[in-house]
């Protein structure tokens, strides 16, 4: 992806006292290499002299001639732009300290500096343009100056943004240390060809400190803080290479690259931005290297949107309210060796099944969620990381460390969940997705055949373990149902049949086996109330493996939908059986869950044997108790009022005629529809619009 052949020796010499200095004959220097190593760049601040070992092509392949005039202003000339106008090429204008009501137009071959950086100061109304504009310049420096828009307050909306403070527009100039701020746009807007922007500083401007439109550009140890929009945007396919900078303090990114942009960033701080330290989006690529991204509003560094790519090492990323790492929207890239601590979501997070980053070799600890978030269909590759004391664990990242026979770590895990009781924030047992993961995880990926030694080997390595023989149990019960299929009863063929009942009596003597060891987790009999449907257990039977589940943690939410999914109409249960179950369920939990598990257990028959909401209502639940439970929810767990539960929400307004609720519910969910509530998007809109109607009876099922 990174191509090492594009890496070129980029050499700058800053002599910014030309004429003075006897020992510079010159501006700058440009050299030419094939010479790779991205990270091999060096810079020598006692020599003003910068080698960037870059992916861009040079700013010009011959060295810049030295100057042979120097002019001073005021003293040779009244204002700055007299004597650009009369300046010959290889001239450098030095402007002594005073304030300067100037709109500056450059030319090719002269330079511009202050003498004082602090006390040169250079300005126009915002609305007259830019304070300086370069329209295909090259062979020049601006240094030591500060820049500025003045009268924002007077500029017309129609106004905000359309000047930058200064414009480098088809040109070819080195910007260094210059102040550039208050401006009405973009602190500096680059349109072409190769720049360099050197130790400025570039802050508190109106939208981005520095805007790259298209060209190369060289940003190095700039300050583009406390902007209104981004501290640096890459877009319409500019190629940059970003080193030193500190960007922080944005309302928006410290550092943004989209639309086909290439950057390469190394050594940048980008701090308490609003949303994100570093983003890339919309086709970006690029290698993100050594950056710190902290304490940002959103992610540290997040990468976003078809095709964008990006390889990341070595960053250091936490305290963010988010994600250290963020990969999302049909992503690629890698990220490897970053540092990924006390973010509020999680270290890394692969936030969507089509993106497909390469995950080693991360530290990830001390998150308040997931080291390693991966979603439960993902088609990321993650080994070898070090995820350790985060606050939760994700379904794929206990798939990954079955892949890598991590058996201490899992055995450290689960122990740790049983005994700190551990919820999602949403409520929802950890422990439970724990065994999802790590005993179904490897479907669709791996062949049972392969996944069987490593069961094996983990009880030869832990012969105690319950959490292993668990593991195994739920692998069979997989096998079994992927052999029965979903159809019919009458759609499985014998054989079928007999795979189904060969691997359940096989899960349930490995649980036999687990049960003897007096260990005490709910799963296990969560895991045997399901292979006992398989098996047509009797009620009794079922109850007894209930009451002994509940008896380890009486407010086990799986075990609860386990059973009442026994007790529903489509398995073993009797009319009014599993609204009853439900009631018992809120006796048993209601001093810590109120009336929660009523509403869990009736929800888990929405979207079941695609039941419409009038068919719902057949199944006996009270309307009230199900708003009073969906209350108890949010307020213990507000973040289970996510999209299922709106939509699960909606789905039973209408069962139940409440069409106020249902509007409500409707304004909130939008267009994001839930499948599998509603089945399909038809029936969603058939409901839809009887709700915004003054149609009193409900649409018919199937209609």
């Not at 790779?36 to 010009?60: F, G, M």
């Not at 960007?247 to 190394?266: M, R």
């Not at 069962?655 to 609720?661: C, I, P």
């Amino acid at each position: 992806m990174f191509r090492q052949s594009r890496y070129l020796l980029f050499a700058v010499a800053l002599v910014l006292s030309c004429g003075v200095n006897k020992n510079a004959q010159g501006f700058a220097q440009v050299l030419e290499t094939t010479t790779p190593a991205a990270e091999n760049i060096k810079l020598d601040t006692t020599t003003e002299r910068i080698a960037i070992d870059l992916h861009l092509p040079t700013l010009s392949k011959q060295p810049l001639a030295p100057a042979k005039k120097v002019i001073v202003v005021p003293g040779d000339y009244p204002t700055i732009q007299a004597a650009i106008d009369a300046a010959k090429t290889n001239t450098v204008i030095h402007v002594k300290p005073g304030d300067y009501a100037e709109s500056l137009n450059l030319k090719s071959g002269v330079s511009i500096k202050g003498l004082d950086a602090n006390g040169v100061v250079i300005h126009c109304d915002a609305i007259d343009g830019p304070v300086i504009k370069a329209d295909d310049c090259d062979s020049l420096i601006i240094s030591d100056l500060t820049l500025k828009h003045t009268g924002l307050e007077r500029m017309p909306a129609d106004f905000d943004g359309r000047f930058p403070v200064l414009l480098l527009d088809s040109s070819k100039i080195i910007v260094a240390r210059c102040k550039i701020q208050n401006s009405g746009g973009n602190g500096i807007t680059i349109k072409g060809c190769n720049n360099t922007i050197w130790e400025c500083n570039i802050c508190n401007n109106n939208h981005n400190g520095i805007s790259i439109m298209c060209g190369n550009v060289v940003l190095g140890k700039n300050n583009c803080s406390s902007n209104n929009w981004d501290g640096i945007h890459f877009h319409m396919a500019a190629l940059g290479t970003v080193f030193g900078n500190i960007c922080n303090g944005n309302v928006y990114q410290g550092i943004y690259a989209s639309s086909d942009c290439d950057a390469f960033l190394l050594d940048n701080t980008c701090e308490e931005n609003k949303v994100n330290g570093i983003y890339f989006n919309a086709g970006a690529k690029g290698r993100i290297s050594k950056n710190t991204c902290t304490a940002n509003g959103y992610s540290g560094i997040a990468i976003f949107g078809s095709g964008t790519t990006a390889f990341l090492e070595q960053n250091v990323t936490s305290d963010n309210n988010a994600n250290g790492i963020y990969f999302g929207d049909k992503t690629g890239g890698e990220a490897r060796n970053n540092k990924c601590s006390k973010n509020k979501y999680h270290g890394i997070s692969v936030d969507d099944d089509w993106s497909t980053p390469n995950i080693s070799a991360n530290n990830c600890f001390d998150n308040k969620r997931c080291g390693l978030y991966l979603t439960q269909s993902f088609r990321a590759t993650a080994w070898a990381n070090d995820i350790h004391n985060n606050g939760e664990i994700s379904y794929g990242e206990t798939v990954v460390l079955l892949c890598e026979n991590k058996y201490s770590i899992l055995e450290s895990i689960a122990s740790r969940l049983r005994t700190e009781k551990s919820r999602y924030t949403n409520g929802n047992w950890q422990l439970h997705n724990f065994y999802q993961g790590v005993g179904d995880g490897w479907r669709g990926r791996r062949d049972f055949s392969t996944v069987k030694p490593q069961f094996e080997e983990w009880i030869k390595q832990q012969p105690g373990s319950i959490t292993a023989r668990i593991a195994m149990a739920k692998a069979y019960k997989t096998l079994a149902w992927d052999a029965r299929g979903s159809g019919y009863a009458n759609e499985v063929s014998e054989k079928d049949w007999e795979t189904f009942k060969e691997n359940l009596l096989k899960a349930q003597q490995i649980l036999t086996e687990a049960e003897d060891l007096n260990a005490h987790d709910p799963e296990l009999y969560e895991t045997w109330v399901e292979i006992g449907m398989g098996l047509n257990k009797t009620h009794e039977e079922m109850d007894a493996l209930f009451e002994k589940g509940i008896a380890i943690e009486r407010n086990y939410w799986p075990l609860y939908t386990a059973i009442g999914f026994d007790l529903a109409p489509i398995w073993h249960g009797r009319h009014g059986e599993l609204e009853a179950f439900a009631r018992r369920a809120v006796e048993l939990t209601r001093q810590d869950e109120g009336q929660i598990l009523y509403a869990k257990i009736a929800q888990m028959m929405v979207g079941k044997k695609n039941y419409e909401p009038p068919q719902y209502k057949q199944l006996g639940f009270s309307y009230q108790m199900l708003k009073q439970s969906n209350q108890d929810l949010i307020e213990r767990y507000p973040d289970a009022k996510d999209n299922y539960l709106l939509n699960a929400s909606c789905f039973l307004a209408c069962a139940y005629n409440d069409k106020d609720e249902a509007k409500d519910l409707l304004v909130q969910i939008g267009s994001n529809w839930n499948k599998s509530v509603w089945h399909n998007e038809d029936i969603f809109n058939k409901y839809k619009n009887w709700v915004l109607t003054k149609t009193e009876k409900s649409p018919e099922p199937n209609e």
